[in-house]
C-alpha cells in the first residue's frame, strides 16, 4: 500500500545537522545553491542523529512497502561494471571522474583497464588490497591508487609517532566537526587573482583564508607558497579556512 504522508515531525533536535550540510553556491551551474550532505553523512554523531529524527516519525505505522533509490529520482546503473555496456550506459564518455572501488583487485585492474580504453581522457581512481596491485593498476591506466589496509596502517604509525598532527589533519578533513574546511580553487583568466603574487592579492587580510600550496597547470605543487609566487590562469590555489571566509574568497577572486 503506497500512502501520501505529511512532513516529518520529530522530538528529535535538527538543527546541528543543517550546520553539517555543506553549502556550494553556484553548482552545478551560476545561481543553482547545491546541498551536500557527504559531510554530514560522514559524521557518526551526525549521521545517527538523522537516522534516529527520520525513523521516528514512522515507529507508530505500518509500513509495506518502501520506495526504491529509482523513484526518488537518483541517478544510478545496475549492472556488472566490467562490461564496456554498462559503462556506456553509465555515461562513461561524458565522465570526468570513474572510481573502481569493488572487494577484488583482478576486476578494478579489468574495470580500469576497460576505462581507460573506452576514455583516454578521465582520470580513474581504484582501489587496491595486495601489494602488487597498484603496479598492475598504474600499467592499466590508474591515475590514483587507494590502498585501505596501508592508509589505516600509516594512520595507526601517525597516532602513536604524532597524534597531534593526526588530531588536526582529522579537523580539517572531517568538515562536520569543525568550521575549517581545506579546498582546491582553480584560477580562470577572468580571476582577479590571475598575473598577480600572493602578497599583491592580500589574501589573508582581505578574507582569512590561508593560502596553503599552488598547483600549477603543469601538475607542479609548490609548498609552501612564498608571498611573491606568482599565480597564473590555470594555476590552483589550495586554501584553508572557514567556511563563510572560503565563500568570501571565491566571491573576491574568482568571480571576477
Known sequence: MLTKVAPIRTSVNCEPLKKMI????????????????????????GFATLIDALSEHYLDKKVDLVLGMEARGFIFVTGD???ESVLRKAGIERAKVLV????????????????????????LIARAQQLGTPRKLKQAGADHIVMPAATAAHRIVSLLT?????????????????????DEMLIQPSSSMAGRSLRDADVKR??????????RSDGRVVFPPSSDEPLTPG??????????HLDQFRKEYLQG
Not at 604524532?162 to 581545506?182: C, G, H, K, Q, Y
Request: proline share 5%; glycine share 4%.
Open 22 to 45: 555543506r553549502e556550494v553556491p553556484d553548482f552545478p551551474k551560476p545561481g543553482i545553491l547545491f546541498y551536500d550532505i557527504t559531510t554530514l553523512l560522514k559524521d557518526k554523531l
Open 81 to 83: 561494471a566490467t562490461e
Open 100 to 123: 573502481s572501488a569493488m572487494p577484488n583487485d583482478a576486476e578494478n585492474v579489468f574495470i580500469t583497464l576497460t576505462a581507460r580504453q573506452m576514455c583516454s581522457g578521465l582520470t
Open 162 to 182: 604524532n597524534p597531534a598532527a593526526v588530531e588536526f589533519a582529522e579537523l580539517v578533513t572531517n568538515r562536520a566537526s569543525v568550521a575549517i574546511e581545506m
Open 206 to 215: 582581505r578574507t582569512g583564508v590561508i593560502v596553503v600550496a599552488i598547483k
Open 235 to 244: 594555476d590552483s590555489v589550495v586554501v584553508l579556512g572557514q567556511r563563510e
